[in-house]
């Protein structure tokens, strides 16, 4: 009983830390200011249409999206799932803000165009790394998931729809469009299923 505790309270801690990196490629991606990912542009848009941060923004999409979950495939919502709600969005919003007081450079094209790269990269990395944890996912990672296992489509297939979609959405709300949108939205299912084959041999 004690080894299982322990067991959870690791994987819950690398969760956490998952979570806390999912942030930082998030603020990458945002700072950049060549466009966020299609989720962060809905996000980033609804922030803007409540007047309110990304991270309360976020905290609102993903408590919407977990009672669908939880309703759809309650197997999904766990420690990870109530952990997303709080700390992915406000992971950024402390990142932004210290890039910020750093004065990173985000206006000249190559530096944002490795912020872009590096927040897939990192974002796609976060997102296998907590998912591989076995404790519940975000909503945002368990609508596209859910859908995977009800039909014949691919985790990938089915995040880059719910991207298009989730971008036509945040576009309409005003959220930020860009060429780093365009990357983050064909890049990130295909990244993020590379990195779950490869930790599916780490166990």
């Known amino acids: 009983m004690k080894f299982l505790e322990k067991d959870i309270l690791r994987r819950t801690v690398l969760v956490l830390v998952g979570l806390v990196i999912l942030g930082l490629g998030a603020a990458l991606f945002l700072y950049s200011n060549l466009g966020a990912d299609p989720n962060s542009v809905f996000i980033e848009g609804l922030g803007i249409k409540l007047d309110v941060s990304y991270g309360t923004a976020s905290l609102i999409v993903n408590a919407v999206l977990a009672s669908i979950v939880f309703v759809t495939k309650r197997k999904y919502i766990n420690i990870a799932s109530i952990l997303c709600l709080f700390v992915t969005g406000y992971s950024a919003d402390f990142f932004v803000f210290v890039f910020k007081k750093l004065a990173l450079n985000n206006t000249f094209f190559p530096f944002q165009l490795i ?58 709300l005003g959220g930020t469009f860009g060429i780093g949108t365009i990357i983050m939205s064909l890049g990130t299912g295909p990244m993020v299923e590379f990195y779950r084959r490869k930790f599916s041999f780490v166990n």
């Open 115 to 172: 912020y872009i790269v590096l927040s897939l990269l990192i974002l796609s990395f976060a997102i296998a790394f907590y998912i591989h944890q076995r404790l519940g996912i975000g909503a945002m990672d368990a609508i596209p998931q859910i859908i995977a296992d009800k039909t014949s489509l691919s985790f990938s297939t089915t995040r880059r729809i719910l991207d298009i979609l989730a971008l036509a959405v945040g576009i309409i």
